[in-house]
């Protein structure tokens, strides 16, 4: 079965940081580009980063260049996200998905996880 | 403020058609095809259209999807009661260099 499952979410104060991990597995984790997608207690989603399957190329937002950096290890089939100077609006549930391709050459998430709360807060 | 365009809500009675719009620009939705998610309370967003009109296996026909130039629907037919969701479009955006998402549309079954 095709599953991401992530961890690492938790309480931390503003200012610190929170590594996020999600384990893959049921696919060829190096196949695939994944993503990082957010959303905030009531709100929708957002992208937050991304990176393709070698990991040689990351994007990421820029509500959170400089401060989040993703990266994966290909090997232990797990995809990072590294939060620093972690703010209140960060405050969300992270979600790791899947960047598949189709036929058309179109992009889209095709697997999700069920998600890890993220809590900036003093 | 989403970078896509989303109506914040829309409604309809079941065995109708509704449709929501996702707005955007040259650089996203203009340029790559954008798809569709379906998040019921609670639950993580699952992908319900992409590309030419593809679905996940379990994902009825009553969805599709259209786009011209830099605007795109989702429309979904005979509306059920378990439709009722959130509903957000997504594409990459080349002048960002990432995705963006609408701001999606809590969709009502009357």
């Known amino acids: 079965e095709v599953q991401l499952l992530e961890s690492g979410g938790g309480l931390v104060q503003p200012g610190g940081s929170l590594r996020l991990s999600c384990a893959a597995s049921?696919?060829?984790?190096?196949?695939?580009?994944m993503s990082w997608v957010r959303q905030a207690p009531g709100k929708g989603l957002e992208w937050v980063a991304g990176?393709?399957?070698?990991?040689?190329?990351?994007y990421h937002a820029d509500a959170v260049r400089g401060r989040f950096a993703i990266s994966r290890d290909n090997f232990k089939n797990t995809l990072t996200l590294q939060m620093d100077s972690l703010r209140a609006e960060d405050t969300a549930v992270y979600y790791c998905?899947?960047?598949?391709?189709?036929?058309?050459?179109?992009?889209?998430?095709?697997?999700w996880g069920q998600g890890t709360m993220v809590t900036v807060s003093s | 403020q989403s970078v896509l365009t989303q109506p914040p809500s829309a409604s309809g009675t079941p065995g109708q058609r509704v449709t929501i719009s996702c707005s955007g620009s040259?650089?996203?939705?203009?340029?790559?095809?954008e798809s569709w998610y379906q998040q019921l309370p609670g639950a993580a967003p699952k992908v319900l259209i992409h590309?030419?009109?593809g679905r996940p296996s379990g994902v009825p026909d009553r969805f599709s999807r259209s786009k011209s130039g830099t605007s795109a629907s989702l429309a979904i037919s005979g509306l059920q009661s378990e439709d009722e969701a959130d509903y957000y479009c997504?594409?990459?955006?080349?002048?960002?260099?990432?995705?963006?998402f609408g701001g999606g549309t809590r969709l009502t079954v009357l």
């Open positions: 590309g030419n009109n």
């Open positions: 990176t393709i399957g070698s990991g040689s190329i990351t």
């Open positions: 998905a899947r960047w598949s391709r189709d036929d058309s050459n179109a992009d889209f998430f095709d697997i």
């Open positions: 049921g696919f060829i984790f190096s196949s695939y580009a």
């Open positions: 040259s650089s996203n939705i203009g340029s790559h095809a």
């Open positions: 997504a594409a990459w955006d080349d002048s960002l260099n990432g995705w963006v």
